[in-house]
C-alpha cells in the first residue's frame, strides 16, 4: 500500500494551550481514516495543521514523499489536499456558483473547470438547481453539500472532513455519508473527524482515537466499533 | 427651482469625489476591518503627482489620471505593506493609530519636502460652463461626474465579475475558508489597497481641477468627510459608499447655498453622530452581502 501522507510526532500549541502532543498515524492511498474523541481532544487543531493553516511547534507531516509542515495553506491545496471546514464556512454574499468557482481558485484550465462543475452538479443535484443562490439562503444540509462541492473542485486527493454531519437531520447525515462513501470509491482519500464516532467508524477503514492531545487507541474501522473502550466512551455503551 | 437644480449639480459634483474616496475607505474596512485614516491622504499624493505631471511633463488629462491612479495604488499598497501588514494580528486599536500616525507622517513629510505653500493647479481643461434651462454647469464639474461614475461602474465590474474581485469578497466574509481553496489572503489584501488608492488617486487630480489649489494638509477634511460618507451609507457596503458620498456632497452644498458656509464641515459631522446614534449599521448595514 501507498502512504499519502504521514503525520509523524506531532506537536501543536494554540496560544499557550498544548492541543496535540505528539501524535502519529498515516493515511494510505484509497482509504477512509478516521480520527475521533471527544471535544477538545485536537482533532480540528490537527487538521487545520495539516491544511496550513496552523503551524506545527515540532514534528512532521510527509505528504506523497515530501514535508509540508510549513506549507502555507494555498500551497497545501495546490498539492492535493483540500479541507472542508467544521461548520461549512460557505461564503456568504457569494452564490452557489461563486462559491464553487472559488473552490478551483487555483485551476488555470478552463476545461479542466468545466469539467469539475459537471461532476460536482452530477453529485449534488441540489446546487445545480439552486446555483445562482446566495450560499447563506441554504440549509444546513445544503450548505454542507456546497463546502463538500466547493473542496472537490479542487479536484483534490486528499480530502480532510471536519465534522461533516455537525448540526445536521438524520436524514442528511445518512446522505452526507453515502456521499463521502461515493466519492472515497472514486478515487479520493478521506481524512474524516467526527463526534458521531458511530458513523464514521462504520465507513472508515481505518480509524484512531484521541484524547487530550495524543492517540490512545488505532485499529480498523470494525475493529474500533467492536472495542468494549471505544464503545463505553464514544459509542454510547 | 432653478437653485434646486444648480445646487444638486454642484452637489453631485463634490459628492462624486467623497464617493471616490469612501469606496477606499470601505474596501479596507471590509476586507481588514481596518479605518484607514491615511486614505485622504493618498488623495492628496494623487493630487500633488497630477500637479507634478502636467506642469513638469505637460501631461494631458487622461494621462495625468491614470498616472495618479497609477501612483496613488503603488503608495496604498507600499503603505499596507509596511505599516498594517506586520500589525495584521494585532489588536484593532493598534492598526488605527498607526493609520493615524501613517497620515500625520505623510501629512508632515510632503510639508517638509514641499513645503506647505498652497498651489494653483494647473488648469489644463478650459473652464466652459453650459446654461442649461438657467442651471449652470461647467465641463469640469461633468467631466468629474462621469469620470468618478465610470470608475465605480469599473470598480463594479472588478469586484463582482472577476476572479481577484471574488477573491476580495471571498477574503472579507471568511479569511480561513479563502485560505483553504488557494487564495493568498495578502495578495488579495495588497489588491484591496490598490484598488481603494487608485480611486484616491483619482479623486486627487479631480479635486486639483475643481477647486484650482492643493496643499499637503488637503487631504484631512475630505478624508473624513469621505469616512463620514462610508459610515452613512453603511462601512464595508461598496453601494453605499457611492451613496453616502453624494449624499454628503448634496448636504454640504445646501449647507452652503443657504448661507451657512462657515459650517459646512459641522453639518457633516453632526451626520455622522445622528447616524452612529439611529443607524449606526448606515443605509446599506443590513446588506452584508454586498460587503467587499
Known amino acids: 500500500m501507498i502512504v499519502l501522507l504521514q503525520v509523524d510526532n506531532l506537536v501543536v500549541n494554540y496560544g499557550v494551550i498544548n492541543a496535540v502532543k505528539g501524535v502519529s498515524f498515516k493515511i494510505n492511498q484509497g482509504e477512509i481514516v478516521s480520527l475521533i474523541g471527544a471535544n477538545g481532544a485536537g482533532k480540528t487543531t490537527i487538521l487545520k495543521t495539516i491544511s496550513g493553516l496552523l503551524k ?137 473527524i467526527e463526534q458521531n464516532a458511530k458513523k464514521a467508524l462504520s465507513i472508515a477503514d481505518r480509524g484512531y482515537v484521541l484524547a487530550t492531545g495524543s492517540v490512545q487507541m488505532s485499529g480498523t474501522g470494525e475493529e474500533l466499533l467492536a472495542n468494549r473502550e471505544v464503545q463505553k466512551a464514544y459509542l454510547g455503551g | 427651482m432653478d437653485t434646486l437644480f444648480q445646487q444638486i449639480i454642484n452637489g453631485l459634483s463634490l459628492g462624486s469625489i467623497y464617493a471616490l474616496l ?29 500637479y507634478y505631471v502636467i506642469n513638469t511633463w505637460h501631461f494631458n488629462f487622461i494621462s495625468a489620471l491614470l498616472s ?76 468629474i461626474l462621469v469620470t468618478a461614475c465610470a470608475l465605480m461602474v469599473l470598480l463594479q465590474l472588478i469586484i463582482k465579475k472577476t476572479k481577484m474581485g471574488r477573491a476580495m469578497r471571498a477574503v472579507s466574509v471568511d479569511a480561513d475558508a479563502a485560505e483553504l481553496v488557494g487564495i493568498n489572503i495578502n495578495w488579495t489584501i495588497s489588491f ?34 469621505a469616512f463620514v460618507a462610508a459610515v452613512l451609507g453603511g462601512i464595508g457596503s461598496v453601494p453605499g459608499a457611492s451613496v453616502g458620498g453624494f449624499l454628503i456632497g448634496i448636504l454640504e452644498t445646501f449647507v452652503q447655498s443657504i448661507g451657512l458656509s462657515a459650517y459646512k464641515d459641522a453639518v457633516v459631522y453632526f451626520v455622522l453622530i445622528v447616524i452612529l446614534l439611529i443607524l449606526p449599521a448606515g443605509i446599506f448595514g443590513k446588506n452584508v452581502k454586498e460587503k467587499v
Open chain 2, 192 to 225: 484591496t489597497f490598490a484598488l481603494g488608492s487608485a480611486l484616491a488617486g483619482a479623486a486627487g487630480v479631480l479635486i486639483g481641477l475643481y477647486y484650482n489649489s492643493i496643499d499637503p494638509l488637503m487631504g484631512m477634511t475630505p478624508g473624513i468627510k
Open chain 1, 56 to 192: 506545527p511547534q515540532s514534528g512532521k507531516i510527509i505528504y506523497q514523499n515530501k514535508e509540508i509542515q510549513s506549507q502555507k495553506a494555498p500551497k497545501v491545496v495546490a498539492e492535493g489536499i483540500s479541507q472542508v471546514p467544521e461548520g461549512r464556512h460557505v461564503f456568504s454574499g457569494l452564490s452557489v456558483m461563486e462559491n464553487l468557482q472559488m473552490g478551483s481558485f487555483l485551476e488555470r484550465d478552463r476545461n479542466q473547470i468545466k469539467q469539475r462543475f459537471a461532476e460536482v452538479f452530477d453529485r449534488f443535484p441540489i446546487l445545480k438547481q439552486r446555483k445562482h443562490q446566495d450560499a447563506a439562503t441554504l440549509s444546513g444540509g445544503e450548505q454542507q453539500m456546497l463546502a463538500m462541492g466547493r473542496a472537490l473542485m479542487a479536484n483534490p486527493k486528499l480530502i480532510l472532513l471536519d465534522e461533516p454531519s455537525m448540526g445536521l437531520a438524520p436524514i442528511f447525515i445518512n446522505e452526507i455519508f453515502d456521499i463521502i462513501k461515493e466519492i472515497n470509491q472514486q478515487g479520493t482519500t478521506v481524512l474524516l
Open chain 2, 68 to 143: 495618479a491612479m497609477v501612483v496613488g495604488a503603488a503608495s496604498g499598497v507600499i503603505i499596507e505593506y509596511f505599516a498594517y501588514r506586520p500589525l495584521r494580528h494585532s489588536p484593532r486599536i493598534t492598526a488605527l493609530i498607526t493609520a493615524i500616525g501613517v497620515s500625520f507622517f505623510l501629512e508632515n513629510g510632503m510639508s517638509y519636502l514641499f513645503s506647505s505653500n498652497t498651489r494653483d493647479f494647473p488648469q489644463i481643461i478650459k473652464q466652459v460652463n453650459y446654461h442649461i434651462g438657467g442651471v449652470l454647469i461647467s465641463n469640469i464639474q461633468v467631466l
Open chain 2, 22 to 50: 469612501a469606496l477606499g475607505y470601505t474596501m479596507v474596512y471590509g476586507i481588514i476591518k481596518l479605518i484607514n485614516f491615511a486614505h485622504g491622504d493618498i488623495y492628496m499624493l494623487g493630487a500633488f503627482w497630477g
